[in-house]
């Protein structure tokens, strides 16, 4: 190994038959051996700074001027080791066999990779970094620099594996044919695609974003994790094998799951959440489109006026029919039944005209056992209601009539014919004997009121009987609009079953869930970790970004987590450690 001093440049070669050529001009300064098909070749035009270092076979550094921004490769020394390595890019390396890297501050470990953008990485085989550049060669296969065009736009990418292609700005690949296209976003497993802004993909063919590259930057932040999930719409999560969610806002967890309708959540093996804002809990669980509730016919009763009778949407713990899919990748066919799950645990909700909450069991139980007694009472009115008891005597005859409300209509008439020791019938004079009086058909007044079962009664006594049995007729007609109100009062506390303080162990378990999921450790690192907890019945995931300073002072995170009950909780810190 030798050290040449040339127009203030050093350079190291390393190779079969070396020999330097110096152009005296400085214009061109063109280094190669005397076996042209094994020759290391360092290009460079006006050259300044430290040197470059050629190791190997067929290696190419240039160091060209630019006509606007000075000279491409002239601060930093670059660096070829290997074969037929070409590097044109300022302080950049290639470490391996026909890597080609065009970035500055770029570098390439391996073989047949392509790095076209700047402070890229590139480790494996067959990996493209950035856009390709557009060239023109003279006829001396010489590139001049006016004719080297780079994707300006792309920087900071990483690829590690084998055939990943990366474009756009601090994208990351890890693994087999991942494509990233975006900005902030990563593919890690095989046969992956990040398309989008802060895209994360893992697994075998998963797919975060859409599947074109073009017009991808208004995708934000989809997240796929397994086999085939595809989560291709703004703020979409799909985890689990095969799982999807294709609409803004979307969540679908588990085994095939599936979230079609915007800000819809399904969670559980082949649960289908395809109505926009529903939600799908548990296995084969299917929704459906709310319906309005504000009236009902109850044994011909019409109760209207439900508080809540205008639903956003549904939550499904089951299916009311038959549906049969194919899965895209396993080509399995899948067929949901019909099938309920009873919702247990759930604690007491409010009870008012206006309350939307649950109710369960034993608030249920209570109403049933009051309806019961209010039964016994009725009952007990209409035998209260009979208390004017009329029989009949041996002159008078009374019919007794139930309506429709089970209050009794007495009807009271003499008997055609009058059994008496004597009377006068068309006489105008009054008889009595020891047996009665007769009147003579005259009207018998200032009868005083009768005390004991034979006394005659007056008109003040019959008209008190009157006024009482109208009062009781009254009454029992309001008892019987009182019994309907409560019937009303019931059904309406038969809707409110389904949400009681769920929000709350949700909301719970989506702050485990953030706690759970990992953060950096190490200074210099960042990462993108996962957690999801349950809270009594309640379940929660948690996606958390975070990032460690390379100096160890300061660590930032950022964190989202959805539960359960449809609820998103957003959080981010920052601290400083000494």
Excluded: C
């Amino acid at each position: 190994m030798r050290n040449f001093r040339i127009n203030a440049m050093t350079v190291l070669i390393l190779g079969l038959n070396v020999a330097v050529v110096n152009a005296t001009d400085g214009n061109i300064l063109n280094i190669t051996t005397t076996d042209p098909d094994n020759a290391n070749k360092i290009e460079a035009t006006n050259a300044k700074g430290p040197g470059h270092t050629a190791v190997g076979q067929q290696n190419q550094i240039y160091s060209i001027p630019d006509s606007e921004n000075g000279f491409v490769n002239i601060q930093g020394a670059s660096s070829a080791i290997g074969n037929q390595n070409i590097v044109k890019g300022f302080n950049a390396s290639a470490v391996g066999n026909k890597n080609d890297v065009y970035g500055s501050q770029s570098q390439s470990f391996g073989y047949s990779n392509k790095v076209y953008s700047d402070s890229s990485m590139a480790f494996g085989g067959g990996n493209m970094i950035g856009a390709q550049p557009e060239q023109n060669s003279d006829s001396n296969n010489k590139i001049p620099a006016k004719d080297i065009v780079t994707d300006k736009n792309t920087q900071s990418g990483v690829a590690f594996g084998i055939n990943n292609t990366v474009l756009g700005d601090e994208n990351l690949a890890l693994g087999l044919y991942n494509n990233v296209n975006g900005a902030n976003s990563m593919a890690v497993g095989s046969d992956s695609t990040s398309n989008g802004f802060a895209a994360i993909a893992l697994g075998t063919a998963s797919q975060a974003g859409p599947a074109e590259k073009e017009d991808n930057s208004k995708i934000l932040s989809p997240i796929a994790i397994g086999y085939s999930a595809h989560a291709t719409a703004t703020e979409t999560i799909a985890i689990g094998s095969e799982a999807k969610a294709s609409a803004d806002d979307a969540v679908a967890i588990g085994k095939s799951a599936t979230s079609t309708g915007e800000r819809s959540t399904a969670l559980g093996d082949s649960a289908n959440a395809k109505d926009g804002n529903s939600v799908a809990l548990g296995s084969g669980t299917i929704t459906r489109e709310a319906t309005q509730e504000n009236e009902a016919t109850v044994n011909g009763i019409k109760y209207s006026g439900f508080a809540g009778h205008d639903p956003l949407s549904v939550v499904s713990v089951g299916s009311d029919k038959t549906e049969t899919y194919k899965q895209e990748q396993s080509g399995y066919t899948v067929t949901i039944k019909p099938h309920t799950r009873q919702i247990i645990n759930v604690g007491a909700g409010k009870i008012s005209a206006t309350s939307t909450d649950a109710i369960n069991g034993s608030q249920l139980y209570m109403i049933a056992e009051q309806v019961g007694k209010n039964k016994k009472l009725i009952d007990n009115i209409s035998t209260l209601s009979s208390s004017a008891k009329v029989e009949a005597g041996d002159n008078i005859d009374v019919e007794t009539h139930d309506d429709a409300n089970q209050v009794k209509t007495y009807k009271v008439s003499t008997k055609k014919d009058i059994k008496a020791n004597s009377y006068t019938i068309n006489n105008s004079s009054i008889k009595i004997d020891q047996n009665g009086i007769n009147a003579g058909n005259k009207k018998v007044i200032n009868v005083a009121n009768g005390e004991n079962d034979n006394d005659a009664v007056n008109v003040s006594q019959l008209n008190k009987v009157k006024n009482d049995m109208a009062n009781n007729t009254k009454n029992i007609a309001t008892n019987t609009q009182n019994i309907a109100n409560n019937t009303k009062a019931i059904n309406t506390l038969n809707k409110k079953v389904h949400n009681v303080d769920r929000k709350s162990r949700a909301g719970i378990a989506g702050v485990a869930a953030i706690a759970s999921a990992p953060s950096a450790r190490k200074d210099g690192k960042s990462m993108v970790s996962t957690g999801v907890a349950h809270h009594r019945g309640e379940s929660a995931i948690a996606i958390k970004a975070s990032r460690n300073s390379d100096n160890g002072h300061w660590s930032t995170n950022v964190n989202g987590a959805a539960d359960t009950r449809g609820q998103f909780t957003v959080g981010a810190g920052v601290g400083y450690e000494w």
